[in-house]
């Protein structure tokens, strides 16, 4: 089945660190992503991870994947008001030379000051 | 580098009517992939195109078709909208099946 799975909400104070869940189903994805969506913007990709990795660090975004559990996180350090925003996990399905995102409802992120 | 750009930016439809909209790819991105999010949702997949053919669609009607031009650049199409068409479309680029990079977006509003 397709199917992925966030959190709808996460307030966190500025300066905390900021940790969003995700679960999916497809064990056979090759690749994770997580995406950041600003008001009326488009989604901007933020990093991602392959199946075969636990973890990846990338500045002050660090990436854990449990893939016993289908359990992706995404950190946040030491967060910012410049984050809030609306958060997408994503799992990529391959089929052959192409590829299809499935998309999470998305973790609204919401830094207070 | 220009990144993905997508026109226009802002569309009103009434029902009925047909629309077309527009995406460039990234300099150097073969595969475009067109996304459709609903207020409030995630994106959902609507079809892939490479090599100027549909090679992978999601869960969307005969109504929505694409074409994919030797430029890459691509045009999404729905026929005989309905209220529930109203969303913002996005589109991705990519090199073959690689990491997906979206652009701004187009808003339809369907009255």
């Known amino acids: 089945g397709e199917d992925v799975e966030q959190s709808l909400f996460l307030s966190v104070r500025e300066g905390d660190s900021s940790v969003i869940n995700c679960t999916y189903t497809?064990?056979?994805?090759?690749?994770l992503y997580w995406y950041k969506q600003e008001p009326g913007a488009g989604l901007q990709l933020l990093t991602y991870?392959?199946?075969?990795?636990d973890m990846k660090q990338d500045q002050r975004l660090t990436v854990l994947l449990n893939k016993k559990d289908k359990h992706l996180s995404l950190r946040i350090a030491d967060t910012q008001t410049g984050d809030s925003a609306i958060y997408f996990c994503?799992?990529?399905?391959?089929?052959?030379?192409?590829?299809?995102?499935?998309f999470g409802q998305g973790t609204t992120l919401q830094v207070k000051p | 580098d220009a990144g993905v750009t997508q026109s226009p930016t802002h569309l009103i439809k009434t029902r009925g009517q047909q629309v077309t909209l527009r995406c460039s790819p990234k300099?150097?991105?073969?595969?475009v992939s067109w996304y459709q999010q609903a207020l409030g949702q995630g994106p959902q997949f609507i079809f892939q195109?490479?090599?100027?053919?549909?090679?992978q669609r999601g869960n969307f009607p005969d109504r929505f078709s694409g074409h994919q031009f030797p430029n890459y650049s691509s045009e999404l199409n729905v026929n005989a909208l309905l209220l529930g068409d109203s969303a913002l479309y996005l589109c991705?680029?990519?090199?073959?099946?690689?990491?997906?990079?979206f652009g701004p977006g187009t808003r339809l509003t369907v009255l």
């Open positions: 994503a799992e990529s399905q391959h089929s052959g030379n192409t590829g299809k995102l499935i």
């Open positions: 300099s150097g991105h073969d595969t």
């Open positions: 195109y490479y090599e100027e053919e549909e090679r």
């Open positions: 991705a680029s990519s090199y073959s099946a690689d990491t997906q990079y």
């Open positions: 497809d064990s056979s994805s090759t690749y």
């Open positions: 991870i392959f199946s075969n990795m």
